[in-house]
DNA sequence: GCCTCTTTCTACCAGATGGTCAGGGGACTT
DNA sequence: AAGTCCCCTGACCATCTGGTAGAAAGAGGC
């Protein structure tokens, strides 16, 4: 767990960025650094952190490993770029809808409604979260990192409304998390349908976020 | 996915069986084998398959790889060992109340209890059932096979349980899945309680265990 | 004493893995 | 033309991986 190797790669990808140069992001390599973000997505997401080589990554772009270890420093440097990529495209959904003009309840299903959205145009992001969302994954701190701000936020929105009576006071963190393993629960779901030979319809996804929905009225709503 | 290595493998795994001179079960080796085995379910369930070294799990062990080897055909055989192990214990659970007296929703409520009683026990064997339910998992067929009658057994009476009025009609095995779901969400979400800081308390699983049993009998119940 | 069976060990191996180092080539600047 | 920067690669390496071969040690039957 934290054996001297581990221990000064990890010092070593904090200490230095993840990714070579950031700063300048265009240039002839962007387009690359893309294309292995896209495939390490997919392969962290499916067989895993461990079951995920660099070499096997790298023929199936039809490049060389040590061109993915230019762009990311490591294999973990790779990890903390794709959970970045994915709580930045979570981020950018939800603080939609925090910006967005719905207020109370409303806002509380635009959020749902999003995040279902998200893990259904990117069913990849889900298995990613799911890996990571595992003691001691490398990459957890940084998904903490990259998340627990506007994590945060919900929770002092939730409270603010608590506060001001629009909400039925209840452990805010906890809802959240309730919620959120809901949804990468979903992509479970969808994975053993799909090994148990059912393709997964709308209508199973549509169930489970009815379902969250009415958790969150009957552990939110005042009235009740 | 199919290369020849993990071909030959499989094969072997399959054609002898996984635990060496199965048959007789006592002698000296056998606790042995059951230390391994506890040694296999815990590590797998945290770290994962592919991120166990038999030398890691050995030497935790005091003892060498090669007698891990030695009880075990291959480290494939361990697992295969280990989800057998957690499918049987599941199984006598779920027995002990399928021939119990409890019928009709009283059973349904006794069922997702004893799950609930067992993932609370053992909560390792929660993490193996998310390790192995995962697309391309190397146990996964073994699990399908040691819970699969179980499941046709479950969804037979169910659908009995329809024709006869006493159930709504719907897809019991979609029913069953989304339960199973849940019980194994429920272990991701202990784990980002810890990691969040939070010790997760009777009261968040016996919210989950209430919402589960709410979306049985929304799904389930004739009246409604 | 001898034989056999079980269990555990030491020694070893081929392959894969993440990672380092030095260099090649293209594009753009001066 | 020379220098410089970015991008990519071939050769190489230390380490770890699951797995094999063979022997030592003990227990028990004859």
Redesign the interface.
């Known amino acids: 767990m934290t054996d001297p190797a581990t221990l000064r790669e990890t010092v070593r990808d904090t200490v230095r960025d993840t990714v070579r140069g950031a700063g300048r992001s265009s240039g002839r390599g962007a387009e690359t650094r893309e294309r292995i973000l896209d495939a390490a997505l997919e392969s962290f997401g ?3 952190y ?2 995920t080589s660099l070499d096997d990554l790298a023929s199936g772009l039809g490049i060389r490993k040590q061109t993915i270890l230019y762009h990311y420093v490591s294999k973990r440097g790779l990890l903390g770029a794709v959970v970045d990529r994915c709580a930045a495209d979570l981020n950018t959904a939800l603080l939609e809808v925090l910006e967005g003009e719905a207020t109370d309840w409303e806002r509380v299903e635009a959020l749902v409604r999003s995040v279902f959205r998200v893990a259904l145009e990117q069913p990849l992001l889900m298995g990613l979260l ?1 890996e990571v ?4 994954s490398p990459a ?1 701190p940084r998904l ?1 990192g990259a998340m627990g701000p506007l994590m945060e936020r919900a929770q002092a929105w939730m409270e603010r409304e608590m506060d001001a009576g629009r909400m039925r006071r209840t452990d805010a ?2 809802v959240l ?2 919620a ?3 949804v ?3 992509a ?2 969808v ?6 030979g ?1 393709e997964p319809t709308m209508r ?1 996804v549509a ?2 976020r009815r ?1 969250l929905l ?2 969150l009225r009957a552990s939110l709503d005042p009235q009740r």
Chains 1, 2 share one sequence.
Do not use: M
């Not at 994975?191 to 148990?196: I, S």
């Open positions: 499916t067989i895993g461990d079951g799911r969302s595992r003691p001691g957890a903490k963190q906890l998390i309730s959120y393993s809901t990468v629960g979903l479970t779901e994975e053993v349908l799909r090994a148990a059912l199973t169930t489970r379902e009415r958790f």
